[in-house]
């Protein structure tokens, strides 16, 4: 079946830092690739999508590049602030064009110090 | 646009009382998700319903768990006798025509 696999956390950087979060996945067809993020106390959101091979996502100084190759869809930003701290979220759906049971990663803790 | 709504946001209870979670989806959309969230098992889908029609039940956990979806505006997730390890942040989220799913705020449960 689906699978998303994503590093564990918690990962800590200072603000201003570079962030990378690994995410790959398995799937059967040609999925759309999601980062979702959660900040305390709230439900999650979407941060991000890709729904196709070699399309790029990006939203509030994050990004993410589908790549069909090395079946990933890994988070960057080049410059992480205190507000980003929350716990990232990737996942996948088998569907295009229409909401459809998401498989999700396990999540990984962000955190940003001054 | 108000966004999935769930009542209530949080709830304590008692082992063997019933509780019950609500969701008012977001107007239009025709898929909506029942989740469970904790520190052990992460996010689980619990059920998910298209056009008020469940369609995939396979995540709720035993038969103290029912959800319905009576009309497009409201749906239901019960338990039915609680039990402490039920204790856990209940998401509902919504759905239309892409692929991205809306989340609500979530029902904090505790259940003693």
């Known amino acids: 079946g689906d699978s998303v696999t994503q590093m564990e956390g918690p990962v800590t950087l200072s603000e201003e830092a570079c962030l990378t979060i690994n995410c790959t996945y398995t799937a059967t067809g040609y999925p759309s690739l999601f980062w979702y993020v959660q900040y305390p106390g709230e439900g999650l959101q979407l941060l991000l999508k890709?729904?196709?091979?070699?399309d790029k996502g990006s939203n509030k100084g994050f990004e993410a590049t589908y790549r069909k190759e090395t079946t990933s869809f890994h988070l960057e930003k080049g410059s992480v602030q205190v507000s980003d701290s929350a716990v990232y979220f990737c996942?996948?759906?088998?569907?295009?064009?229409?909401?459809?049971?998401?498989?999700f990663g396990t999540g990984t803790r962000l955190q940003v110090t001054l | 646009d108000a966004g999935v709504i769930q009542s209530p946001r949080h709830e304590v209870t008692e082992m063997g009382q019933e509780v019950t979670l609500r969701c008012k989806p977001i107007?239009?959309?025709?898929?909506l998700f029942w989740y469970r969230q904790t520190m052990m098992r992460g996010l689980e889908l619990l059920i998910y319903?298209?056009?008020?029609?469940?369609?995939?039940d396979s995540g709720m956990p035993e038969d103290r768990f029912s959800a319905k979806m009576p009309n497009a505006s409201f749906s239901t997730l019960k338990i039915q006798p609680s039990e402490p390890r039920d204790s856990a942040v209940y998401f509902c989220a919504s759905g239309g025509n892409q692929e991205t799913q809306y989340f609500g705020p979530g029902t904090r449960l505790l259940v003693l």
């Open positions: 996942a996948l759906s088998e569907n295009t064009g229409t909401a459809s049971k998401l498989t």
């Open positions: 890709a729904t196709k091979a070699d």
């Open positions: 319903f298209n056009n008020n029609v469940p369609i995939d």
């Open positions: 107007s239009g959309h025709d898929y």
